[in-house]
């Protein structure tokens, strides 16, 4: 990837979004040793303007962003990097230096937490005991979900439509991850079939 450094002065704008969540975490600054430190390492290295050196992000508060992806623009000056962050990506603590809503993204949020319930599990955590009854037992509970979805929609009230709609949903995360598959492979289908 040949990144036009000459065009911004040695400085191009580095957009950093959750891979998994799509959100724009932050907007950074890179220079070539920047950009070939954060290649070798797989961490994000940026060159701040503040301090006048590199700086890897999380390199004091441990809040790494790990490359996942890279992307270059059209023209050459800007780059686009997917992360998996470690931690909240804000020096205030919050989960992006933007101020955007969160619930469009908890989709994904929510796939994370159930594959790292599957990764972790704990006795207390209910998708563990789902997964310990088997296969069988996450497709039934997405069919009976999927069932009283439509007793809502036809007699209920939109309340306990959206409750029951987020039971399937939850759900059939559960059973994508038991068959592992993920969101992205039914996106993938989807947009396939729009074509």
Not at 19 to 28: A, F, K, N, P, S
Not at 29 to 48: I, L, P
Not at 73 to 91: Q, R
Request: charged share 30%; with cysteine; proline share 2%.
């Amino acid at each position: 990837m040949n990144i036009d450094f000459e065009k911004t002065d040695g400085l191009v704008p580095v957009i950093i979004q959750d891979i998994q969540t799509l959100e724009v975490l932050m907007l950074g600054y890179m220079n070539q040793e920047a950009w070939t430190k954060t290649q070798q390492e797989g961490k994000v290295t940026f060159y701040s303007r503040s301090k006048s050196r590199l700086w890897t992000k999380g390199e004091e508060s441990g809040n790494f962003l790990y490359v996942k992806e890279t992307h270059i623009d059209c023209d050459k000056d800007t780059i686009l990097i997917k992360v998996t962050p470690v931690g909240p990506t804000c020096h205030t603590g919050s989960r992006s230096c933007f101020k955007t809503n969160f619930n469009q993204n908890f989709i994904f949020e929510l796939e994370k937490i159930i594959g790292d319930r599957y990764d972790h599990p704990t006795e207390e955590s209910y998708v563990n005991k789902l997964r310990q009854k088997g296969l069988n037992k996450i497709a039934q509970k997405v069919g009976e979900e999927g069932v009283e979805t439509v007793i809502a929609a036809l007699n209920e009230t939109d309340v306990d439509f959206v409750n029951e709609s987020s039971d399937l949903i939850f759900h059939l995360l559960v059973l994508l991850r038991e068959k592992g598959k993920t969101l992205a492979d039914i996106g993938t289908n989807l947009e396939s079939r729009h074509r």
